[in-house]
């Protein structure tokens, strides 16, 4: 079981959160200019790095909110450091 | 969430729904008074129900929390801590999000209080009695009992009187609050969870039952 912990509650279960995917995928500015590739590319593909990945969680069974983690896929490490928001947001 | 309107407010007929209403756990409360103990591994387990209960959202360090703070006589708890005692309390529930909790029959007062000081400002106040019952469990063996459900490190080195918590009990979201040292908790459960949430926590306690 890992323990996640949220930015707001502290280190919990694994079992209090949802995992939400890779973070930082914007929706594109301008959908309609999309062809199929594109647009399946931004719906479907996404990194899977060996390593750091950036990936939001949500503390389902806790305070609901959304945030961001770092962890490392291979050994499941997540840094506390919450990363920074980015400027679009 | 439904933002129950000022108009449903006024219109409810708070006698007739006090004559007709029944609580969660109110077919299991012989139940369990027979298996509650005594003594110094004891463990007690009853309802409270109908506790008022207003979910408040305010931004946090603005105008308007100070506004609703001043109003309640209470200032807004910090993280996952409670501020009041267990007649009148806040809970903190989220960044932006705290649940106050006051002895039946509150609420509307407390909706009323709330609503005049966030007016003009951003936020929300809503009467969510009806979503939870309360169970409260209380005793020297009480931290075993949850502790066999609970992932949460609730030693008193790190979970004490006045914390909260929104966590799991076996499969269950629940808001947990220690009330004294005792330890004496509240349990805070939806009301279509109740009944297996006691399953659970009766059989965590039938160890104690032989003292």
């Given amino acids: 079981m ?13 079992a ?25 590319e931004y719906l479907f593909v996404r990194a899977n790095p060996l390593g750091s990945f950036n990936e939001r969680w949500v503390h389902t069974a806790g ?25 679009s947001r | 969430m439904t933002v129950l309107n000022k108009v449903e407010s006024e ?12 609580s969660p756990l109110e077919h299991r409360a012989a139940e369990l008074e027979r298996r509650s103990t005594s003594g110094a591994r004891g463990v007690r387990l009853h309802e409270e129900p109908f506790l008022s209960q207003i979910n408040l959202r305010t931004p946090p360090g603005g105008v308007e929390s100070s506004a609703v703070s001043d109003s309640l006589g209470l ?12 007649h009148h309390a806040v809970l903190w529930l989220g960044p932006d999000e705290s649940l106050i909790v006051a002895p039946d029959g509150r ?7 709330v609503r005049d000081a966030q007016r003009g400002g951003s936020g929300s ?5 009806a979503n939870r019952t309360t169970l409260r469990l209380s005793g020297p063996a009480a931290r075993e009992v949850l502790e066999k459900l609970c992932s949460l490190d609730l030693h008193p080195r790190s979970f004490g009187p006045g914390d909260c918590a929104q966590t799991l009990l076996g499969r269950v ?37 032989d003292g």
């Fill in chain 1, 16 to 40: 209090e959160f949802r995992y939400g995917g890779q973070a930082d995928v914007d929706y594109p500015a301008d959908p309609h200019q999309l062809d199929d590739a594109a647009w399946g």
């Fill in chain 2, 11 to 22: 219109t409810a007929a708070p006698e007739t729904a006090t004559a007709a209403r029944h």
């Fill in chain 2, 173 to 209: 979201i629940v808001v947990l609050w220690q009330l004294d040292r005792e330890p004496g908790y509240r349990i805070m459960v939806r009301c279509s969870f109740a009944d297996y949430l006691v399953d659970l926590l009766l059989d965590a306690m039938a160890e104690f039952l």
């Fill in chain 2, 75 to 86: 200032p807004l708890p910090t993280v996952n801590r409670v501020s009041g005692d267990e």
């Fill in chain 2, 125 to 129: 106040a809503v009467d969510v009695s």
């Fill in chain 1, 2 to 14: 890992l323990l996640v912990r949220c930015p707001w509650c502290g280190d919990r279960d694994e």
């Fill in chain 1, 63 to 87: 305070c609901r909110r959304w945030f961001s983690l770092v962890r490392d896929t291979a050994t499941n490490e997540m840094s506390p450091d919450i990363p920074r928001r980015r400027e």
């Fill in chain 2, 107 to 113: 609420a509307e007062h407390l909706l009323r209080t």
